[in-house]
């Protein structure tokens, strides 16, 4: 019975790609789905195509192939990846040329159409509203300040993209299991309407996406996470899939991690809503039928996913200028660490108020104490912090403004609470960018899918 071994990439942009190498060398994989892209991702590479028109892609693409493209050529591992951000032609250039550099042959595939930033009149005008999925806000307040508007694609393209013997499949924004769904349907020749075989696809890619947090990597079980093995060499997981949808989950031999019921299905359950309709642009998923079975030594058998059929509406990420950040940040040591942050920031209150600074929000955070927890945090600790940090940014539409905030808080140093422990220095205004989350009919974009490939 044929099965197809995919193994998982980066789970964000940033991370480590070297795992991927004991996937490739000893994990028998055939594809590695790797995952760059994020909402907040897309807000970093609008900032960087800002700075250089040709930018605009995750950079990580370019050492991450350098490094294991002889590897997988010798092992005939396919790569599909994300990587293309808000520019995947620029993407496939700065890999091209790097190849050639080395002398490198491979076919690059790159699937675009994603892009919808120079369409939004002409969707309006098809009667799109686009309004925000959250409160239904209508997107002519923030249409003139959008730098960027991108769907979410399925699978689709990139199972075409295969099919034309590409090596390396580059994307722009796709949904992250559609990284894993491609191959798997090109592979077994699924039909894009059975529902059950796009549901295993979509749960294996779900399972897949976030690299070492599918092998026991941020488990959040109380006590469990420090039994997790060998942190330092952690592999990432491999989904073995047979036709029926079915799977052996596991990793490499010899790596560090934990393939258990336990740390597979914390990662289900990841950036899910609903488990009974996780949708997706292929299928909607209800998790509620899934079956894990742990055979122990880092093996789960996974079966029984079904599905429903794909939404009429894909989503669409978009981001706009939402004015500027000002930070300041100082920190204070025991005794009363807490209230003398707690006095610093009504000092800084008082100094913007006195500036008449027209801010838009204002946020106070302490560290030690509740950067992390919020309100959940215990306030018959903070007396006994040894130490503490206040960190106060605000949202202004004033670059100078943001500017200037940060210099409010070095004098505190001789002119504030005593025992001041560490102060960052004064940090630049940033620009924000704002989401905007929204919903499109799917053939207004499909329509426009393009896959190119280059041979080089």
């Known amino acids: 019975m044929k099965t197809i071994r995919v193994g998982a990439g980066l789970g964000f942009y940033g991370d480590s790609w070297r795992p991927v190498r004991a996937s490739i060398e000893r994990g028998g994989v055939q594809y590695i789905a790797s995952d760059h892209l994020s909402e907040l991702t897309l807000a970093i590479l609008q900032k960087d195509r800002q700075k250089v028109p040709s930018a605009g892609y995750a950079r990580d693409a370019v050492p991450m192939l350098t490094e294991l493209w002889p590897l997988a050529a010798k092992h005939g591992v396919k790569f599909v990846l994300n990587a293309g951000g808000l520019n995947p032609q620029g993407a496939r250039e700065a890999i091209a040329r790097a190849f050639k550099d080395k ?22 005008a098809a009667g799109e509203p686009l309004a925000h999925m959250d409160n ?8 003139e300040r959008m730098l960027f508007a991108n769907a ?3 699978a689709q393209p990139i199972a075409d993209a295969l099919s034309r013997g590409a090596d390396i499949v580059l994307t722009g924004r796709v949904a992250d299991a559609a990284l894993t769904l491609g191959p798997l349907a090109h592979e077994f020749g699924w039909k894009w309407d059975d529902w059950d075989r796009m549901a295993a696809g979509l749960t294996l890619g779900h399972l897949l996406e976030c690299s070492g947090q599918g092998s026991g990597g941020n488990f959040g079980s109380a006590g469990e996470w420090a039994k997790v ?3 330092a060499h952690l592999g990432y997981p491999i989904a073995e899939v047979s036709e029926d949808g079915s799977a052996l989950f596991t990793k490499p031999p010899g790596t560090g991690g934990r393939i258990s019921f336990d740390t597979i299905r914390q990662q289900l359950l990841y950036e899910v809503h609903n488990p009974h309709a996780y949708v997706s642009p292929d299928v909607v998923l209800d998790m509620g039928t899934i079956r894990f079975d742990d055979e122990g030594n880092d093996r789960v058998r996974i079966s029984g996913a079904t599905g429903a059929a794909r939404p ?10 939402d004015g500027w950040m000002g930070t300041g940040m100082i920190g204070f040591a025991w005794p009363e660490a807490y209230a003398k942050c707690e006095k610093s920031a009504e000092i800084i209150r008082t100094l913007v108020q006195e500036r008449g600074w027209a801010v838009d929000d204002t946020n106070v955070e302490y560290i030690g104490y509740n950067s992390l927890l919020g309100a959940n945090a215990d306030p018959t600790y903070r007396d006994q912090l040894n130490e503490c940090f206040l960190r106060m940014t605000i949202r202004t539409k004033d670059r100078k403004i ?21 102060m960052k220095g004064i940090q630049p205004a940033k620009e924000l960018l704002g989401i905007w989350p929204t919903l499109v009919s799917r053939d ?3 329509k426009n899918v393009k896959i190119e490939i280059e041979n080089i």
């Open 444 to 446: 207004l974009v499909e």
């Open 152 to 154: 979410y694609l399925g």
């Open 136 to 143: 239904n806000a209508d997107i002519a307040a923030v249409r």
């Open 402 to 422: 943001a500017d200037a905030f940060g210099r409010l808080f070095p004098w505190l140093g001789l002119s504030g609470p005593p025992y001041v422990g560490s």
């Open 312 to 321: 009429a509406k894909l989503k669409i990420v978009a981001g706009y200028q």
């Open 229 to 231: 093995p060998d942190y």
């Open 103 to 124: 002398g490198w042959k491979a076919k690059i595939a790159t699937v675009s159409g994603d892009s919808v930033l120079e369409r939004i009149d002409e969707l309006r």
